[in-house]
Antibody, heavy 130, light 110 residues
Framework: QVQLQQWGAGLLKPSETLSLTCAVY????????WSWIRQPPGKGLEWIGE???????NYNPSLKSRVTISVDTSKNQFSLKLSSVTAADTAVYYC????????????????????????WGKGTTVTVSS | QSVLTQPPSVSAAPGQKVTISCSGS????????VSWYQQLPGTAPKLLIY???KRPSGIPDRFSGSKSGTSATLGITGLQTGDEADYYC???????????FGGGTKLTVL
């Protein structure tokens, strides 16, 4: 079964760049999109962005100016960089595998997106503090 | 402020049934499939329901999902103390071109 192992620096100072990597073991890498999600202490989930094996990315508009997600297909890994961090970026960061697609239920009518994360990493706690 | 709206908390007694609502708009729930996640304390979220009402392998049929218009509902029957967790709804928002989640609902089994 697919497992995601993630790692990266856990303590940063304001204005530094957060850097995390997620490795995929036990399954196909190229057939999926891969995403990063974060969860501030005591708060809900926030999608950061996604990447596929070709390097095609989508980012949360609220973070787009500071986020870069990249992929290394030779190692079945993908990475997150978040620049100019502040205390508001303190969170548990998760990597996850996405299942996504578009379905047309009735011909000649608009379809529906299906989008969910079926495998998650264990999370990395990142604290931003001076 | 989350794009999808969930009640902050729900509670029920063991063996009872509970429902958790998730409200959105036409750009997200209204025109896309909904998923639900269970997050036990100190752990990563776990997929519970996908494509509105489908359960991944290993998820008991005590968990169910439904959607109507711009709202979705997670139902849990035969509540157990082990069901105490935070529950999140999620979907794709076609206007934002982003995945969006609800703020989460904390389930307490009294």
């Amino acid at each position: 079964q697919v497992q995601l192992q993630q790692w990266g620096a856990g303590l940063l100072k304001p204005s530094e760049t957060l850097s995390l990597t997620c490795a995929v073991y036990g399954g196909s890498f190229s057939g999926y999109y891969w995403s990063w999600i974060r969860q501030p202490p005591g708060k809900g989930l926030e999608w950061i962005g996604e990447i596929n094996h070709s390097g095609s990315t989508n980012y949360n508009p609220s973070l787009k100016s500071r986020v870069t997600i990249s992929v290394d297909t030779s190692k079945n890994q993908f990475s997150l960089k978040l620049s100019s961090v502040t205390a508001a970026d303190t969170a548990v960061y998760y990597c996850a595998r996405e299942i996504r697609g578009y379905v047309v239920v009735v011909a000649a009518t608009p379809g529906y997106y299906y989008y969910y994360m079926d495998v998650w990493g264990k999370g990395t706690t990142v604290t931003v503090s001076s | 402020q989350s794009v999808l709206t969930q009640p902050p908390s729900v509670s029920a007694a063991p063996g009872q049934k509970v429902t958790i609502s998730c409200s959105g708009s036409s750009s997200n729930i209204g025109n896309n499939y909904v998923s639900w996640y269970q997050q036990l304390p100190g752990t990563a979220p776990k997929l519970l329901i996908y494509e509105n009402n489908k359960r991944p392998s290993g998820i008991p049929d005590r968990f169910s999902g439904s959607k109507s218009g711009t709202s979705a509902t997670l139902g849990i029957t035969g509540l157990q103390t082990g069901d105490e967790a935070d529950y999140y709804c999620g979907t794709w928002d076609s206007s934002l071109s982003a995945c969006v989640f609800g703020g989460g609902t904390k389930l307490t089994v009294l």
